[in-house]
Every structure is written in C-alpha cells, then in structure tokens.
C-alpha cells in the first residue's frame, strides 16, 4: 500500500533562516507531488507541483522553492523565512494517471 | 472511525437542484475547510470556516461549532459543479475526509 510521509511534524523557526521541509512516499512509482499551504487565516493554496524528477511547476511567486530529486521525494525549502511562511505545509502525491490526490499529516511551521 | 466523517460519498443531482454535503469531525479543531477538486485539477479551497456561515456565489457553507458538523450547500446546482468535495479540519494537524463526489447531469 502506498503511504506518505512528512518531517517534521512541527518546527519554530526565527525570521532569517532557512528552511527544509522534506516530503516522501512509498508504494508507488512517478506519482505527481504536490505542496500545498494554509496559511493563518486563509485558504488551502497549491505552491509547487512535480510530475517528474526535476521539473518543478510554481503556482505562487514568494521566497520559497521546491526540488524532486528522487523520484519519491519532493523538499520544501527557503533561503530566508519570513513572519508570513507560518502555517500548516502539507504535501499530497497523486498517480500519474489519476486525479485523486493523497495528503500527508502536514508540517506546522511557526515563523518567529 | 475517521476524524472527519463525510456523507454522501456519492451524489447525482439533475441541473437546477440544490445540494447539500455534510461533514461531521471528532477532534478540536481551529478551522475547517471545503476543497474541491475537478477530475484532472488540483485541489482548491472554496471555503474555510471557524464559525457561522460563508456564502460566495452559488455555495453556502456553515459549521456549528457545538455540533462539530459542517454543511456545504450548492443552489441552482450546474453541470460544472461536478466534482469530489472534501471537508478537512485544522486541529493537531490536517484531517481530511473522504470526500464526497457529485454528478450534475445536465
């Protein structure tokens, strides 16, 4: 069965820092990867989304990135957090020939 | 037993009906979500709720907080409403439900 995991669960950061969110799946080969925020506030936003090793789609400019560089694995990352990155970081994978996506526990990242 | 419990998990409504989808959850929570995902899109958010209710077009969503239950209604429900509705809670973290997928037929 295919599973997915997020890490870490939660994460207090101060202003400045870097980030690494890390987002991995099992069970399955080439699925499409997705990282998605809820912000304080508002709404489930869709950041970035993968359909393959190294292609990367942005959905939102902002100081974040993303990066594929296994098949099964998709990373959330930051050169600098600002106030504003606080909130719940949730990565879903979906197969490549389905539109169900699956979601992971998520990651809570308070920016201080 | 899910966190967060939806139903139907399946509805077919004629073009004009009104719709509603229901969501009930166990767990404290601090907001709670309707998502919508058309069959080859991504998952978007329609709405999210911590109390009363929020309209915005032809949908209407309300959440008693007491009653730890959530309703998504659509009037005048179109063709292009068709599509799986979930209902997700912010609590400890994300719970999602299993969502409901609805057929408008014209």
């Known amino acids: 069965s295919q599973t997915i995991h997020q890490w870490p669960a939660t994460l207090v950061q101060p202003v400045g820092s870097p980030l690494s969110l890390e987002c991995t799946v099992e069970?399955?080969?080439?699925?499409?990867l997705y990282w998605y925020r809820q912000a304080a506030g508002r709404g489930l936003q869709l950041l970035f989304y993968s359909v393959g090793i190294g292609q990367i789609s942005s959905e939102v400019p902002q100081n974040l990135s993303a990066s594929r560089p296994q098949d099964r694995q998709f990373i959330l990352s930051s050169k600098k957090l600002l106030l504003s990155d606080s909130g719940f970081y949730l990565c879903?994978?979906?197969?490549?020939?389905?539109?169900?996506?699956?979601f992971g526990p998520g990651t809570r990242l308070t920016v201080l | 037993k899910n966190e967060v419990e939806q139903s139907p998990q399946n509805l077919t409504a004629q073009e004009g009906e009104f719709i509603t989808i229901n969501c009930s959850y166990s767990?404290?929570?601090?907001?709670l979500h309707w998502l919508q995902q058309h069959p080859g899109g991504g998952i978007v958010s329609l709405f999210m709720l911590s109390s009363g209710k929020k309209k915005h077009g032809r949908l209407i969503a309300t959440i008693n907080i007491q009653e730890k239950h959530s309703s998504l209604h659509i009037t005048a429900s179109h063709p292009r409403d068709s599509a799986v509705y979930i209902c997700?809670?912010?609590?400890?973290?994300?719970?999602f439900g299993t969502g409901t997928s609805l057929t408008v037929i014209p």
């Open positions: 069970g399955t080969s080439n699925p499409n």
């Open positions: 767990v404290g929570i601090s907001a």
């Open positions: 879903a994978w979906a197969g490549p020939s389905t539109d169900t996506q699956y």
């Open positions: 997700a809670v912010t609590g400890n973290q994300f719970y």
